[in-house]
């Protein structure tokens, strides 16, 4: 992860598009690392995109055309997908239905995330219900057709919905993900009575029992697609202008990359674009450590993402939610709450502190942004803390006056609280802090995993402020800061490879299933992967394929995934009872283990590779100054010396109480604490000035 202007062709391109910032983060064949930040343009990401790329060409001394074409690989990582729905910016969508179940989508089942609160109302729905039209048709609990479709119920509603201006429509049928041929045969003649409709079939999006998770999946992938398709169809032929050779490849929700072709079936796929690009960062932090058991935090300008990774690898899931929005595609196990730099803190009514959910944006931004922002944030009370100074940062994108923050802390919460500025600035950091820990709990302790055992890794533009602080109150052995903690996702989009999932529901009880049918099944969902990637031009022995079932106890809501490299019974029994034993501390025997679904997980390597690591220095380092900074172990300022951090080299160590400043982030060391660099320029902070056991 070093970082240099001596670059060598051909290299990587990963661009990031944040909440504030888009990071872009460059990696030549020799594994030299260019990295760099633009502001993100809400209104046109492509703009933040050029942006980043024209100051990358004018600090390397390239041009765009250069940079472009001697790239091999460029991964984006979108946020349009997002954005367009937390903006309800989507497309107008029309649904067809299953006659009698036309409002299956407002019902929603009655999932409510507190089962407790029946106040909170559920999000808007994206179909109204003049647009839920119902069609006569139905394929029974086995698969087999009992009412044949309906086509007369098929023109009628089309012609309706060309009236009302419905510009995508979804398809979603009774235990479609049985039998597809009534969804594609109704697919087939809306696109022949209204071919310019963008239109899409449940069972093409995901073949998983459950009709309400079903439609909301394929509601989804019809709302953005009009929105997010011509947008990434644009940016390529942008980028192939200005010199890319190469497909411009999409960051998945679950962690891997994909082409724009394919992405146009799947565009619901990108919802978590962003920050899954960190499971495969996580990766090479895991080899960088020698050791698997891993939490991430990603405190950026709005949000804090936490991941878990172990030996059984980056934790996924085949449902999530967003926005209040129910999505069946699996994704990389990301679990999002409001606690980032720009993250607003106020008072509420009852004279209590409080920050967030909402926050600054990239526009106005904090308050020290002197951008007319007013309401104080956690980056302003990080510069009257003294870890931030006055003055540009982020490669002058930014200036931090401070004095702007302290009037601000002061007069919207400090006075009305009758504490001092200071003392007020402490508690927004501390309350931040505690939200993340409570966050890194949710995956942890909550799922029967002890963070004493993992290493905290502290990244985004905010989470090394915020590590240690972290660490300590979790238990944690030691805190990991990669040298690209500020790039931390684009540099994750550089080292990513190509990833498919096929995911299908079978619903079957283990006992009486014979391993030739489990195989027979399996093999079923390897060869839809496999066939992907060929579509994708990818050589037949480069692809990777792992099969899991999804097992569950009768009764159960949930199900386990349990990897089969060999269909087992046996084996595949004792593998899914010591996962359950792991979740809930117990389980139920050995009988009543049904199967609900399966997974074939399909990957191509990239050929990424890392720089060899440096020599190993031993030399006595010196501060680039000395500033007053609060410490919470003191509950004061304290005289602290600030290191550059890209000044410092393998071997070199840090005592806290020190803060290390660089281009894209900020490492605070508290009090009683070593920072050691490794031989790939990373930091690790070992808490309480006591070896963790992690080699640096």
């Not at 239905?97 to 507190?114: C, K, W, Y």
């Not at 969804?183 to 998983?208: F, G, P, T």
């Not at 996962?579 to 990424?608: N, P």
């Not at 501060?623 to 290191?643: C, G, H, L, M, S």
């Amino acid at each position: 992860m070093h970082i240099s202007k001596n670059l060598t062709a051909p290299w990587r391109i990963g661009i990031d598009i944040g909440g504030t910032f888009t990071d872009l983060v460059l990696i030549d064949s020799n594994g030299l690392l260019w990295q760099q930040k633009a502001f993100t343009t809400p209104d046109d990401p492509s703009e933040g995109v050029m942006d980043v790329l024209r100051l990358t060409a004018d600090a390397t001394g390239l041009s765009i055309e250069a940079i472009l074409s001697g790239c091999s690989h460029f991964v984006h990582g979108s946020t349009i997908a997002t954005n367009t729905l937390l903006e309800s910016k989507g497309a107008k969508v029309g649904l067809l239905v299953t006659e009698g179940f036309r409002d299956s989508l407002e019902i929603r089942r009655g999932i409510r995330p507190d089962i407790w609160d029946h106040r909170t109302p559920f999000p808007p729905v994206l179909v109204p219900r003049s647009l839920r039209l119902p069609v006569r048709q139905r394929i029974d609990k086995v698969g087999q057709p009992c009412i044949p479709l309906d086509h007369d119920d098929i023109k009628r509603a089309v012609a309706e919905m060309q009236k009302e201006g419905v510009e995508a429509i979804a398809i979603s049928f009774i235990n479609s993900f049985l039998n597809s041929q009534h969804e594609h045969e109704c697919k087939a003649l809306v696109r022949e009575l209204w071919s310019e409709v963008w239109v899409y079939a449940s069972s093409d999006i995901v073949r998983m029992v459950g009709e309400y998770e079903r439609t909301s999946t394929v509601v989804l992938n019809a709302y953005v697609a009009p929105r997010v398709v011509p947008y990434l169809r644009r940016l390529e032929l942008r980028l192939k202008e200005s010199g890319l050779k190469r497909p411009l490849l999409l960051m998945q929700s679950n962690g891997g990359v994909v082409s724009v072709p394919q992405v146009e079936h799947r565009p619901a796929s990108l919802l978590l674009s962003g920050p899954s690009a960190a499971a495969s960062a996580l990766v090479v932090c895991a080899n960088a450590l020698g050791s698997p058991n891993l939490i991430s935090i990603e405190i950026g300008g709005t949000s804090c993402d936490v991941i878990l990774t172990d030996e059984s690898g980056v934790a996924m899931t085949n449902s999530t939610d967003v926005n209040g929005y129910h999505l069946a595609l699996p994704a990389v196990d990301i679990h999002t709450v409001s606690a980032g730099g720009g993250t607003i803190a106020r008072r509420d009514q009852g004279g209590m502190l409080r920050t967030g959910p909402d926050g600054a944006g990239a526009f106005p931004g904090p308050v020290c942004y002197a951008r007319g922002g007013v309401h104080p944030t956690v980056t302003d009370a990080q510069l009257v803390l003294g870890r931030l100074e006055s003055g540009r940062y982020g490669g002058g994108l930014i200036t931090l006056d401070k004095k702007l923050a302290e009037r601000a802390i002061d007069s919207r919460i400090a006075a009305p609280s009758g504490i001092t500025t200071v003392r007020a600035a402490a508690g927004i950091v501390r309350l931040m802090e505690q939200e993340v820990v409570h966050a890194v709990e949710k995956v942890s302790v909550e799922r029967g995993f002890d963070p004493s055992r993992f290493v905290l890794v502290a990244v985004g533009g905010a989470g090394p402020m915020h590590g240690a602080s972290v660490a300590r109150a979790l238990g944690c052995r030691a805190v990991f800061v990669p040298r690209v903690a500020g790039v931390f996702c684009a540099f994750g989009m550089c080292t990513a490879d190509a990833r498919q999932d096929v995911v299908r529901s079978w619903l079957k009880p283990l006992g009486a299933t014979s391993e030739h049918e489990i195989e027979e099944f399996l093999d079923t969902l390897a060869h839809e992967c496999r066939n992907r990637f060929l579509d994708e031009g990818f050589a037949m022995d480069d692809i990777v394929i792992e099969r899991a079932l999804q097992l569950r106890y009768r009764g159960q809501q949930s199900s386990v995934d349990v990897r089969v490299d060999q269909p087992e019974t046996n084996a595949i029994r004792a593998a899914f009872m010591e996962q359950f034993r792991r979740l809930y501390a117990h389980d139920q025997g050995e009988d009543d283990i049904f199967i609900t679904g399966g997974r074939a997980t399909g990957s191509v390597r990239l050929g990424f590779s890392e720089q060899e690591n440096g020599e190993r220095v031993k030399r006595e380092i010196r501060a680039v100054e000395i500033r007053r900074v609060y410490w919470n172990e003191i509950d004061d300022f304290k005289e602290t010396p600030i290191f550059e951090s890209d000044a410092l080299k393998y071997g070199d160590t840090v005592d806290g109480p020190a803060l290390l400043e660089g281009s894209t982030t900020t490492v605070v060391v508290p009090e009683g604490c070593r920072l050691e660099v490794d031989g790939a320029s990373n930091f690790i902070i070992h808490l309480n000035n006591q070896q963790s056991g992690v080699a640096a």
